[in-house]
Antibody, heavy 123, light 109 residues
Framework: QLQLQESGPGLVKPSETLSLTCTVSGGSISSSSYYWGWIRQPPGKGLEWIGSIYYSGSTYYNPSLKSRVTISVDTSKNQFSLKLSSVTAADTAVYYC???????????????WGQGTLVTVSS | EIVMTQSPATLSVSPGERATLSCRASQSVSSNLAWYQQKPGQAPRLLIYGASTRATGIPARFSGSGSGTEFTLTISSLQSEDFAVYYCQQYNNWPLMYTFGQGTKLEIK
């Protein structure tokens, strides 16, 4: 069973870069069956898609964040990562990593999800 | 950008009764619509994809319907564990863009 786990600092200073890693277990990140994504949720608010990556390295970003986001994949470690630059308090959120199975019909949403990690932007 | 609007924001229903949640897209998303359930302190859980297909392990009391711009999630007989926040999500242009509704909180009446 595919499982995802986020890791990274829980506190980041304003103007710095937020860096998180998602470790995939129970399957290969190099599987052609999945896109891998990041989604965030500010405290008490809704969900926002940040971006997605395919094992080949192809990336897709939310236009509202595109100038600050980089998502990468490390197939040797079965991990993918998120970097968000120039953070402000508005970037304080729970960050989730997730997978999207692209071979099922009809096309599927995001499943599975990691448990999420809270990142606070504060000096 | 496709905007997803959920209604109502809060729905109060008694256990055992039926709950009907709505989601509207600002333009057609065909059947590329998913529903998620989120409980406090937990990650969202995929319930429905393709507008009407239940995800693995999801009880039959959850059903989805609709296509184009109007969608509905129905919970036929509410159990105590069903009280949570529900989000719809469109992925019509995946993997280029995904958007979520603002959520409907289903609370005990």
């Amino acid at each position: 069973q595919l499982q995802l786990q986020e890791s990274g600092p829980g506190l980041v200073k304003p103007s710095e870069t937020l860096s998180l890693t998602c470790t995939v277990s129970g399957g290969s990140i190099s599987s052609s069956s999945y896109y891998w994504g990041w989604i965030r949720q500010p405290p008490g608010k809704g969900l926002e898609w940040i971006g997605s990556i395919y094992y080949s390295g192809s990336t897709y970003y939310n236009p509202s964040l595109k100038s600050r986001v980089t998502i990468s994949v490390d197939t040797s470690k079965n991990q993918f990562s998120l970097k968000l630059s120039s953070v402000t308090a508005a970037d304080t959120a729970v960050y989730y990593c997730c997978g999207q199975n692209i071979v099922v019909v009809p096309a599927q949403g995001f499943d599975p999800w990691g448990q999420g990690t809270l990142v606070t932007v504060s000096s | 950008e496709i905007v997803m609007t959920q209604s109502p924001a809060t729905l109060s229903v008694s256990p055992g009764e039926r709950a009907t949640l709505s989601c509207r897209a600002s333009q057609s998303v065909s059947s590329n619509l998913a529903w998620y359930q989120q409980k406090p302190g937990q990650a969202p859980r995929l319930l429905i994809y393709g507008a009407s297909t239940r995800a693995t392990g999801i009880p039959a009391r959850f059903s989805g319907s609709g296509s184009g711009t109007e969608f509905t999630l129905t919970i036929s007989s509410l159990q105590s564990e069903d009280f949570a926040v529900y989000y719809c999500q469109q992925y019509n242009n995946w993997p280029l863009m995904y958007t979520f509704g603002q959520g409907t909180k289903l609370e005990i009446k």
